[in-house]
């Protein structure tokens, strides 16, 4: 499952510089601001590679949408475990956050030796940053800050908290909207079909890239939402990116597609129906 590094530092170039310096020859795209990081480890005779994929875009560090994408980290850290000193600690830390950096790893880390650890405990360590994920924020060390459920870890050290911001976020009085009504379950668990179907999406177009063979195909998928009846709940671009055949869509789309199953996991979490797989 994908996550991300929050840091107080927006220090983008740096943390590129280091993913360079690790892996010379990574590959890379970019449009001269945004960019997208691929290292790769292993592979060979029956060993599937493993691959680690950082990504950068201003857009979303930028207003107005680091905003409203903090308002929301914010409101949902809160449900976490966590009372008195640690909440005030932890919402202070949240607010003062000026960089995120998306991670994807494919496969999925499940040992405590895999090389992509090292890196992102580097990563983490120089822009001295969290990993937020649907279920806890881990300090650079991976050692559980805040838990959902459960306890933290007496060892897991804070990040430096500026005592202020040189950029803060704030929201314009006139961004400010009415709180809508919340919708039903039967919504929520609706959109979550939707935010899976167009992370599939992501995933089938990374795979057919990638020279793997896919668990499904495309008509698979469209047949799928069909049957499920969800064109009326996709956003017009959403319905675009599921519609299009596989290998025609665009690497940016592919990713952000991906990027998908971050607010899945959120809302499956506000259903009940989150199971964590990740070990670290």
């Not at 000026?98 to 120089?126: F, K, M």
């Not at 990993?131 to 897991?156: H, I, Q, R, S, W």
């Not at 929201?171 to 668990?189: G, K, L, S």
């Not at 064109?231 to 519609?243: L, N, P, R």
Request: proline share 7%.
């Amino acid at each position: 499952m994908p996550f991300t590094i929050f840091a107080h530092h927006f220090e983008p170039a740096a943390a590129f510089a280091l993913l360079k310096k690790i892996d010379p020859k990574l590959k890379t795209k970019t449009d001269g601001t945004s960019w997208n990081a691929v290292l790769s480890f292993g592979g060979g005779l029956f060993r599937r590679k493993h691959k680690l994929e950082v990504n950068f875009d201003p857009d979303y560090c930028s207003p107005p949408e680091w905003s409203k994408q903090m308002l929301g980290m914010r409101n949902f850290v809160s449900q976490f475990a966590m009372t008195g000193e640690l909440r005030e600690k932890t919402l202070r830390m949240l607010d003062s956050f000026q960089l995120s950096l998306g991670v994807i790893n494919e496969p999925e880390i499940e040992a405590g030796d895999d090389p992509r650890l090292r890196i992102l405990h580097a990563l983490a360590s120089q822009l001295d940053g969290i990993f937020f994920t649907p279920e806890a924020l881990l300090d650079c060390n991976f050692k559980v800050l805040v838990p959902m459920e459960g306890e933290a870890d007496n060892d897991a050290v804070f990040p430096q908290i500026p005592s202020a911001r040189s950029s803060p976020v704030s929201i314009a009085e006139e961004d400010i909207e009415e709180e809508p009504e919340p919708p039903n379950a039967t919504r929520v668990a609706r959109r979550c079909m939707c935010l899976a179907a167009i992370a599939a999406r992501g995933l089938l177009e990374m795979n057919l890239n990638e020279g793997n063979k896919p668990a499904y195909q495309h008509k698979d998928l469209t047949d799928w939402s069909q049957k499920l009846n969800l064109d009326e709940e996709f956003e017009t671009k959403e319905s675009e990116i599921v519609a299009t055949p596989g290998g025609k869509l665009e690497p940016q789309d592919a990713l952000n597609s991906i990027w998908r199953l971050e607010g899945l996991a959120v809302l499956a979490w506000a259903l009940g129906n989150f199971r964590s797989t990740t070990t670290w």
